[in-house]
């Protein structure tokens, strides 16, 4: 059983919906591996870096196609399970770079997983276009794109008809792009009187948006500090003053984990320990309850969300993950 999500136009957000997705049920004899599945071609690279996954605009269905796509994904994954069992992964000291590698690889792999199935399911924000830009300068822009690649095709001449266009679309492009930037408050005002006439409120309050989030210059002065340098070593010494206001003994710290160490050594690793280290799907499952929503990680672009909505199967490979990384230390 399969079914499609179908593509729709960015809304007046600057928010649109993914498009064109087959879903595939976990019946279906042609659910693809992970080595095999990408985004589709549209999402590229610029697109990630310009969009945004908007959990908070997602809908049921939305999230229902996450888990779905999610679950395709994992499909593929390659579990590590020899470096359960491998005696070169001794106690703190990973000799064993092939499954070193193969853990690693196995982590990354979970995390594309789950990034690739937001941003091919999930609404995203994407920054919004200038003000006046579609009217004044797209037809320039695709003028001057159209006949750069004819001049590339044709050998990229310096002289001739060909070459004169050229020059002369990209100088109109340039002037009417330089013009739109240059009058963006006039064109925001041009539109904001345009929805007032028409009584368009979405378009209203969708440009009064846009001026109230503008980015404003940062302060520089705060208290009786004066400048950038000065601002910025107040701010470092009131946190150095936060993070060490609980006393701390460097010693202490050191003993503390020298036992700890010990205790894995001569304990867990030998087998004597009554505590149960292995970690449950139902143990992974009641930690992502317990987390909040919107909680982004900026090195893996992956937001607590991405675990919150996560298929049944994403747990079992988080607790494999864990199980693997606790047999690497204890044995």
């Not at 976990?26 to 690279?45: A, M, R």
């Not at 092939?98 to 995203?124: C, F, G, L, N, Q």
Request: aromatic share 8%; proline share 2%; with cysteine.
């Amino acid at each position: 059983m399969s079914r499609t999500l179908n593509r729709s136009e960015p809304d007046e957000s600057g928010c649109q919906e993914r498009h064109s997705i087959r879903m595939l049920g976990s019946g279906s004899s042609d659910i693809t591996s992970l080595s095999e599945w990408s985004p589709e071609p549209w999402v590229t690279t610029a697109t990630r870096l310009q969009n945004r996954v908007s959990w908070h605009r997602a809908s049921s269905r939305d999230i229902l196609a996450y888990k779905e796509m999610l679950s395709v994904c994992l499909e593929g994954i390659n579990v590590p399970y020899e470096a359960l069992h491998c005696v070169n992964c001794s106690n703190f000291n990973n000799d064993c770079l092939i499954h070193t590698h193969s853990v690693d690889k196995y982590y990354d792999d979970i995390v594309r997983a789950m990034r690739s199935s937001a941003e091919v399911t999930i609404p995203v924000c994407k920054k919004r276009g200038k003000a006046g830009w579609s009217t004044h300068v797209k037809q320039f822009q695709e003028d001057a794109i159209f006949w750069n690649r004819i001049w590339v095709e044709n050998g990229r001449p310096t002289t001739g008809s060909l070459s004169n266009i050229r020059r002369s679309t990209k100088a109109q492009y340039r002037r009417a792009s330089r013009w739109v930037v240059r009058n963006q408050d006039k064109l925001s005002a041009d539109r904001m009187a345009q929805a007032l006439a028409s009584n368009n409120s979405r378009d209203l309050w969708g440009e009064v948006k846009k001026k109230a989030n503008k980015v404003r210059d940062k302060p520089i002065i705060v208290d009786d500090a004066d400048g950038e340098l000065e601002v910025c070593e107040m701010f470092k010494v009131k946190y150095e003053s936060l993070y060490s206001s609980v006393s701390f003994n460097e010693n202490d710290m050191n003993e503390f984990i020298d036992q700890v160490t010990d205790r894995i050594s001569t304990t867990c690793a030998a087998g004597s320990c009554y505590h149960n280290h292995i970690f449950s799907v139902d143990n992974v499952k009641s930690a992502v309850k317990m987390l909040k929503s919107g909680k982004s990680d900026s090195e893996c672009n992956l937001s607590s969300n991405n675990y919150i909505n996560g298929c049944d199967s994403l747990f079992v490979h988080l607790s494999i993950l864990f199980n693997v990384c606790s047999f690497f230390f204890t044995k």
